[in-house]
């Protein structure tokens, strides 16, 4: 395999990754949320003890998923990024479709 093809296919799979993990960490923030709703309506009704202490429980774990994944996706978004900058200094590789689709993934996520 050509260093260019082996370019291209680096950007294709780290792209995928980080488009994953983006989606992943937006799964875990939305789970969160509907974790609090519910611990909050536990205590609003007035919900036995073990109840609001599961749901706290729940929440909690949502949390800690929440912060794993955003080190995973920034560390993704990093290996990405270097590629990118790597893909950009290669005359070859400067305008390739590849790079531009992994630009644009990269800036979607947010990362």
Same mark, same amino acid.
Do not use: C
């Given at each position: 395999?050509?260093?260019?093809?082996?370019?291209?296919?680096q950007?294709a799979i780290?792209?995928?990754?980080?488009?994953?993990?983006?989606?992943?960490?937006?799964?875990?923030? =939305?789970? &969160?949320? @509907?974790?609090?709703r519910k611990?909050d309506?536990?205590i +609003?009704?007035g919900?036995? %003890?073990w $109840?609001?202490?599961?749901?706290?429980?729940?929440?909690?774990?949502?949390?800690?998923?929440?912060?794993d994944s955003?080190?995973?996706?920034? =560390?993704? &978004?990093g @290996?990405l990024?270097?590629?990118i900058?790597?893909?950009? +200094?290669n005359?070859?590789? %400067?305008? $390739?479709?590849?790079?531009?689709k992994a630009?644009?993934?990269?800036?979607?996520?947010?990362?």
């Amino acid at each position: 395999m050509s260093d260019l093809a082996a370019a291209r296919r680096q950007l294709a799979i780290k792209s995928g990754v980080v488009k994953r993990l983006a989606k992943e960490h937006a799964l875990y923030k =939305k789970e &969160a949320e @509907e974790q609090q709703r519910k611990l909050d309506k536990f205590i +609003a009704d007035g919900a036995e %003890a073990w $109840d609001i202490k599961n749901a706290t429980r729940m929440m909690e774990e949502a949390n800690k998923m929440i912060v794993d994944s955003a080190n995973r996706l920034g =560390k993704a &978004a990093g @290996e990405l990024k270097d590629l990118i900058d790597a893909g950009k +200094a290669n005359p070859e590789l %400067a305008h $390739d479709e590849e790079l531009l689709k992994a630009e644009k993934i990269l800036e979607e996520s947010g990362a």
